[in-house]
C-alpha cells in the first residue's frame, strides 16, 4: 500500500483506551505511516472501550464522533458538500 499518496481517501482508526486485541499504542503504530501524506489520517481513542467500541453500550457516541469526523474530512476535500451532521 502506497502510504505516501496524497490523493488518497481520508482514514480514520479507532481504538477503545482498554483494547487489549488492538491496543491504542497498536493502532497508532498503524497510522504513522499515513502522517506523511497530504490525505488525512487519524486516531480516535475512546477512554475506558475494549476491542469492540461500536457493539458496547454507548456506542451512539463514538458512531456521532465518526460521522463528525467524515463530514469534516468531506467538506475538505469538497467543500460545502454537507454543511452539517443532522442530530437526534
Known amino acids: 500500500m502506497d502510504t505516501h499518496r496524497d490523493d488518497r481517501t481520508p482514514l480514520l482508526l479507532t481504538t477503545g ?3 487489549h486485541v488492538m491496543p491504542p499504542s497498536l493502532t497508532a503504530a498503524n497510522a504513522q505511516p499515513y ?4 490525505g488525512s489520517g487519524r486516531v480516535r481513542q475512546f477512554p475506558g472501550r475494549s476491542h469492540f467500541v461500536g457493539s458496547e ?3 451512539e457516541a463514538e458512531a456521532d464522533d465518526a460521522l463528525d469526523w467524515a463530514v469534516e474530512a ?3 476535500v469538497f467543500p460545502t458538500v454537507v454543511s452539517e451532521t443532522p442530530r437526534r
Open 35 to 38: 502522517q506523511s501524506s497530504q
Open 74 to 76: 468531506a467538506n475538505i
Open 57 to 59: 453500550s454507548g456506542w
Open 17 to 19: 483506551g482498554a483494547d
